[in-house]
């Protein structure tokens, strides 16, 4: 593309050689040669002109133009208005544009600079959040110890002695508190593990079908006594390097949120494998529970997100499970999703990578 000095010259060289032309052409073609050399000596001075005038239009608007050009240019990669190219010009209009820039360069400058040390407060902010709140979490945990101890010792007769129905009845509900307590202390820390990057995998050679079995035999007695069917599809041979564990907390946490709203004696979960890549494996668990409608599905999966959190729900729980698990499932380089319709059925995919990828934690915190 051309610049504009040179599409300014290129235009007024060319009229100048035309004027000159036509000069030499009438002087030469002119009866009288006096009227000749005349229109000869105008058209020179005419040439010469348009070319001065050129230089001048060059100075003082087009090389502004210009260099103001090239200043905004740099503005928008660096977002700093360059003080080495100074812009000379007395022409009213480019001198108010410059102005112009300059004062809103600066304004722009001054507002990135506020920008940046609120995202440096902020973040300075949020890591003392999460440190103070992984404190607190590490002082309830501690002390859950003991308490269970001692309410496990009294449910024990050889121990402290007999309890009386009234005793038994509260040393039970102490229990089921407790361990209640103990689990939504355990989710609070894994998610700030996972949102400070600390929480560790270890992996190993699975063999998936073994690890479905497990999982099916951990569940079968509660889902038997519910009367929810619980089986899976699988029958592969299929082998992955993953972490076993943070896989079955995966699964636990699914299963445990579908029997929650299946109905029982009608409730069926169906957990398997849809082995349809050869870097991913894809797991998922279904039910034919409540279903999620759309509008909650965007969020089931954000931190301490319920559907249902008026006083009078049924179950209980803290909102963290979903949100573990998408951590998890992206700790291990995989990604998780949700398919469900209402009344219907909803399905729960995640896939994960077949081989080791190296770990990289995300921040669950979004
Ligand atoms: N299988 C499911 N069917 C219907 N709703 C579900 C299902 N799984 C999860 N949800 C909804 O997603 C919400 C978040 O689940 P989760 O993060 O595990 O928290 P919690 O189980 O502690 O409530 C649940 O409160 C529930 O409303
Ligand atoms: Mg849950």
């Known amino acids: 593309m051309l610049s504009i000095k040179h ?111 609120y995202v440096k407060k902020l973040k300075e902010i ?18 859950l110890v003991p308490i269970l101890g001692y ?42 593990k996972l949102d400070l990057g600390k929480l560790v995998f270890e992996k190993d050679n699975l063999t998936v079908l073994e690890l479905l079995q497990d999982i ?10 519910r009367k929810i069917k619980l089986s899976t599809n699988f029958n592969g041979d299929v082998h992955i390097f993953s972490d076993k564990d943070r896989i079955n907390q995966v699964f636990s946490n699914l299963i445990k949120n579908a029997m929650d709203f299946v109905s029982p004696n009608t409730g069926i979960i169906e957990i398997g494998v849809n082995d349809k890549d050869t870097e991913k494996l894809e797991f998922f668990v279904r039910d034919n529970g409540t279903g999620i409608s759309s509008d909650h599905q965007k969020d089931i999966f954000k931190k301490f997100y319920q559907i249902d959190t008026s006083s009078s729900r049924k179950r209980s729980g803290s909102g963290l499970g979903l949100a573990i698990c998408k951590g998890i499932i992206e700790g291990l380089n995989g990604k998780m999703w949700v398919k469900s319709e209402k009344d219907v059925q909803t399905t729960f995919y995640f896939e994960i990578p077949k081989k080791s990828t190296i770990v990289s934690i995300k921040n669950i915190s979004k």
């Open 7 to 117: 599409t300014l010259f290129l235009v007024s060289g060319s009229s100048s050689f035309i004027i000159f032309y036509m000069g030499i052409v009438n002087y030469i073609t002119s009866p009288d040669k006096s009227t000749g050399i005349i229109l000869l000596i105008f058209s020179v001075l005419v040439a010469i002109g348009t070319l001065l005038a050129t230089v001048y239009i060059s100075k003082s608007i087009t090389k502004p133009i210009e260099k103001l050009a090239y200043n905004m240019a740099e503005f928008s990669k660096i977002n700093k208005i360059s003080k080495k190219n100074m812009i000379k010009t007395n022409v009213k209009k480019i001198f108010e544009l410059n102005e112009n820039f300059k004062s809103m360069g600066d304004k722009v400058e001054r507002t990135i600079e506020v920008q940046m040390e």
């Open 126 to 143: 949020d890591k003392r959040k999460v440190e103070f709140s992984s404190m607190v979490s590490h002082e309830l945990k501690t002390p």
């Open 151 to 192: 309410v496990q010792m009294l449910q024990k007769e050889d121990l402290f002695g007999k309890l009386n129905e009234k005793q038994r009845e509260a040393v039970d509900e102490i229990y089921l508190s407790t361990i209640k307590l103990q689990r939504l202390v355990g989710d609070i820390l894994t998610t700030q």
């Open 216 to 225: 099916i035999k951990e569940f079968s007695p509660i889902a038997s006594e």
